[in-house]
């Protein structure tokens, strides 16, 4: 199985991916990390990613979610996952990977991301992040106003499986 925390910048998405993970025995990948040097460049400037630049990037998540699967590894990665079309190619008909999605509100992610240290990505591509997401349907949903804890303890309960 894989499970997929999706949301726009600021969510939490890795904070929750790296708990959860910890607490089913799992591994934790960032797809940030998968990210070629252009886009995190691009990011760092301030300058959204479009299209063009994702697609590359989900190919290579793609093959990390493959990679996972014909392992029998069972994985958490953080993703953004904005569109829908991205969670299509990302999941395919596979049964194995399940979505998480983390939603706030702009308020409350513009305050996390004031505050976050050390990462590429700032306050200025939450706006475009905004506009680009398309709000997923027939998925695991958390409020990011809970204590991370709460978050995984929720996404372990909702998918009926047991924390190591």
């Given amino acids: ?41 691009k990011m760092a400037s301030g300058l959204p990613l479009d299209d063009e630049d994702r697609w590359p990037w989900l190919k290579e998540v793609r093959k990390l979610i493959d990679s996972s699967l014909n392992l029998n590894e069972p994985s958490v990665i953080a993703c953004s996952a904005l569109k829908s079309s991205y969670r299509q190619y990302l999941k395919r008909e596979e049964k194995k990977i399940i979505f998480v999605y983390l939603k706030g509100d702009k308020n409350t992610i513009t305050k996390r991301l004031a505050s976050r240290k050390g990462h590429f990505a700032g306050t200025q591509l939450l706006e475009s992040q905004l506009q680009t997401l398309e709000e997923p349907e027939g998925v695991i949903a958390c409020d990011i106003s809970r204590q991370p ?16």
């Fill in 149 to 164: 804890e709460e978050i995984a303890d929720y996404i372990i309960e909702k998918l009926e499986l047991s924390a190591s």
């Fill in 1 to 41: 199985m894989v499970i997929i925390i999706m949301g726009v910048e600021g969510t939490g998405k890795t904070t929750i991916g790296k708990l959860l993970a910890r607490k089913l025995g799992w591994k934790f990948y960032d797809a940030d990390d998968y990210h070629p040097k252009r886009n995190i460049e």
